[in-house]
C-alpha cells in the first residue's frame, strides 16, 4: 500500500497536517491556534471557551436546514510515548508516519491517531462540499488524556447540538453506547535519604521492552507492568537478604501501562552472588508467566555506583505497598450482555523517585460508580496503612447507556445497509469524554465509534488504514439520515 492509496484522501491529507503539529496533553496552544484558523480561514463560524476547547460550526447543505444538529467530537491532544533509545522532541518535532501492509505507524513513538484521526476526520467533514448533512458543530477538546479537563471544563451551553457522535474509539465496527468511569490515586511517600551501610554492593535491576498499553481498554490482556516486576523482585531481595533501596523509577503515563523500569539498591558485599541467582530464577518465571502476551521483554542486572538509600523503615513500607497493591481486573460485569466486559480495575501506573520521596500513581476504573468509589478507596487505604500521603482527583463520571437512543438506532441501520452486516452496540472499559457530557447536557444522545487502532499508548500505536474509509462513509451516512 501506498500513500496514493491512503483513503479518503481528504481525511489523511488532514491527519498529515495535525501530525505536524506539536500537541502533548496540556500543550495544545499550536493545535488550538491551527484550529481556530481554519474556522476563519474557510468562513465558519469559531469559538473558543476558557478552557481552550475549539468549536466549529457548519451550516446544513441545502434541504437539511431542518435536521437535527449533530455534533462530531474529538480530543486534540495525544499522548506521548517512545522508545527509550528514541531521540524525539514532543514539544518541537513532527510526528514520523510510514505505511506497513495495511497499517499506519509511527518511527518510534506513539502515532497520535489517539485521536488525531478524529481530528482529521472533523476537518475533513468542515472542508467538503459535496456532501449531505444538517446543521454540524464540530467539537476538539483538550487534555482528554491527563485529566479530562477541556471537558471537565467546558460549561452548558457551549454546544448546542441535540445529538453527539464522539470519534474516539478503537475498533471498527463497534458502536459504543456507556463507558467506565475514572479515577487516579497519587501516594507520597516523604523521607530524607542517608548513607548506605558499609561492605554494601551497589547493583542495577532493569526491565524493558514490554507491550504496555491502555490501562483501561488493555487491562484485561495480561500485560506485564514493568512497576510491578521491579517492585516483586525488590521485595524478595528486601525480605531475603536485607536489600536497601536507591532508586525506583517506571511507568510514565497515568493512562498507560507501564513499559519500563529500573531500581537500584544495595545488598551485603558477601550476597551479591545470591542476589544475581535470585534474579535469574526470577525473571526466568517472570518470562513463564506472560510467555504468551510478552515475547520481547528484556531484563539486565549489573553493578553500579554508590548512592544515598532510603531509610530503611521507609523503603520497607513502600516496596511492600507496592508488592500489595491491587493491580489489573478485579472484577468483570454482572449483567449478562456485558459478562465480557470489565467492570472495575486498577493500574499502578508509575513510581519515581527523588531525592526527598517516592511518588506513586495509580488509576482505577469502573462503570459502576459505587465501584469505583470502592476500588479507589481500597488503594487509598493501602497507601494510608503504609505511611504515604494520599492524594485522589475527582476522576470522571461513567457514561450510562441510553436504551431509547435513537442516534444509535440510525448508527446501527446506516451500517448495516453500507456493509450488510451487523455492528457491535458495546461498553467500553475507558475512561470517555461522554460521561462528563452526560452530566452537563443530560439530553444529548450520543454514540462512540472510530477506526480500528492497536497499541495506542505505546510507541507500538498503529492505525488499520482499510477501517478509516468505512468509518467516513458509516458517518456520511448517519448525517444524511439524521431526522427533523
Known amino acids: 500500500m501506498t500513500k496514493t492509496e491512503l483513503k479518503p484522501a481528504c481525511v489523511f491529507e488532514h491527519f498529515a497536517k495535525v501530525n505536524a503539529?506539536?500537541?502533548?496533553?496540556k500543550h495544545e496552544e499550536r493545535m488550538i491556534e491551527y484550529l481556530v484558523e481554519f474556522g476563519k480561514s474557510h468562513g465558519?463560524?469559531?469559538?473558543v471557551d476558557e478552557t481552550g476547547n475549539v468549536l466549529i460550526k457548519k451550516p446544513a447543505t441545502p434541504g437539511y436546514e431542518n435536521r437535527k444538529t449533530v455534533i462530531l467530537q474529538s480530543h486534540m491532544d495525544m499522548v506521548c510515548e517512545k522508545l527509550t533509545d528514541k531521540e524525539f522532541n514532543f514539544n518541537t518535532d513532527a510526528i514520523q508516519t510510514y505505511i506497513d501492509g495495511e497499517w499506519l505507524t509511527a518511527d518510534g513513538t506513539t502515532l497520535g491517531a489517539d485521536d488525531g484521526i478524529g481530528v482529521a476526520i472533523e476537518l475533513a467533514i468542515l472542508e467538503a462540499d459535496d456532501i449531505e448533512h444538517g446543521p454540524i458543530e464540530c467539537v476538539f477538546t483538550r487534555d482528554e488524556e491527563t485529566g479530562l479537563t477541556g471537558a471537565i471544563g467546558m460549561k452548558a451551553g457551549f454546544m448546542t447540538g441535540d445529538m453527539l457522535i464522539n470519534l474516539?474509539?478503537?475498533?471498527?465496527?463497534?458502536?459504543?453506547?456507556?463507558?467506565?468511569?475514572?479515577?487516579?490515586?497519587t501516594a507520597t511517600f516523604s523521607f530524607s535519604k542517608e548513607k548506605a551501610p558499609e561492605g554494601h554492593f551497589f547493583m542495577k535491576a532493569s526491565v524493558k521492552g514490554l507491550i504496555g498499553g491502555h490501562s483501561g481498554d488493555d487491562i484485561n490482556k495480561k500485560r506485564a507492568n514493568s512497576v510491578k516486576i521491579i517492585s516483586r523482585f525488590l521485595y524478595l531481595a528486601l525480605t531475603k537478604f536485607g536489600a536497601r533501596i536507591?532508586?525506583?523509577n517506571a511507568g510514565k503515563l497515568h493512562n498507560a501501562i507501564p513499559r519500563d523500569g529500573y531500581a537500584v539498591f544495595s545488598v551485603p558485599?558477601?550476597?551479591?552472588?545470591?542476589v544475581r541467582v535470585l534474579w535469574n530464577v526470577f525473571t526466568s518465571d517472570v518470562e513463564e508467566e506472560f510467555h504468551v502476551t510478552e515475547q520481547n521483554m528484556q531484563f539486565n542486572l549489573e553493578s553500579t555506583d554508590e548512592a544515598d538509600v532510603l531509610p530503611e523503615a521507609e523503603a520497607g513500607r513502600i516496596i511492600r505497598s507496592l508488592q500489595a497493591i491491587d493491580n489489573g481486573v478485579f472484577a468483570m460485569c454482572q449483567d449478562?450482555?456485558?459478562a465480557w466486559m470489565v467492570e472495575t480495575s486498577s493500574n499502578v501506573a508509575s513510581v519515581e523517585t527523588t531525592d526527598k520521596e517516592v511518588k506513586i500513581v495509580a488509576s482505577q476504573r469502573s462503570n459502576v460508580m459505587s465501584a469505583l468509589d470502592n476500588q479507589a478507596n481500597t488503594v487509598k487505604?493501602?497507601?494510608?496503612?503504609?505511611?504515604?500521603?494520599?492524594?485522589?482527583g475527582d476522576g470522571y463520571p461513567a457514561w450510562k447507556m441510553n436504551a431509547n437512543s435513537l442516534l444509535t438506532k440510525i448508527a446501527k441501520e446506516t451500517y448495516v445497509s453500507l456493509f450488510g452486516k451487523e455492528p457491535k452496540v458495546l461498553g467500553i472499559h475507558a475512561g470517555l469524554e461522554c460521561g462528563l457530557f452526560s452530566e452537563k447536557y443530560p439530553n444529548l444522545d450520543m454514540v462512540s465509534f472510530g477506526p480500528t487502532l492497536r497499541g495506542v499508548h505505546s510507541p507500538d500505536e498503529r492505525l488499520l488504514i482499510p477501517t478509516v474509509e468505512?468509518?467516513?462513509n458509516h458517518l456520511l451516512a448517519i448525517l444524511k439520515n439524521i431526522p427533523e
Open 269 to 274: 558485599a558477601d550476597k551479591k552472588e545470591e
Open 21 to 25: 503539529i506539536p500537541r502533548p496533553s
Open 168 to 185: 474516539d474509539s478503537e475498533d471498527e465496527g463497534q458502536i459504543f453506547v456507556s463507558c467506565a468511569g475514572g479515577r487516579t490515586t
Open 44 to 47: 465558519l463560524e469559531t469559538k
Open 246 to 248: 536507591a532508586d525506583v
Open 470 to 472: 468505512m468509518v467516513w
Open 381 to 392: 487505604a493501602l497507601f494510608e496503612l503504609a505511611g504515604a500521603s494520599v492524594e485522589q
Open 336 to 338: 449478562e450482555a456485558l
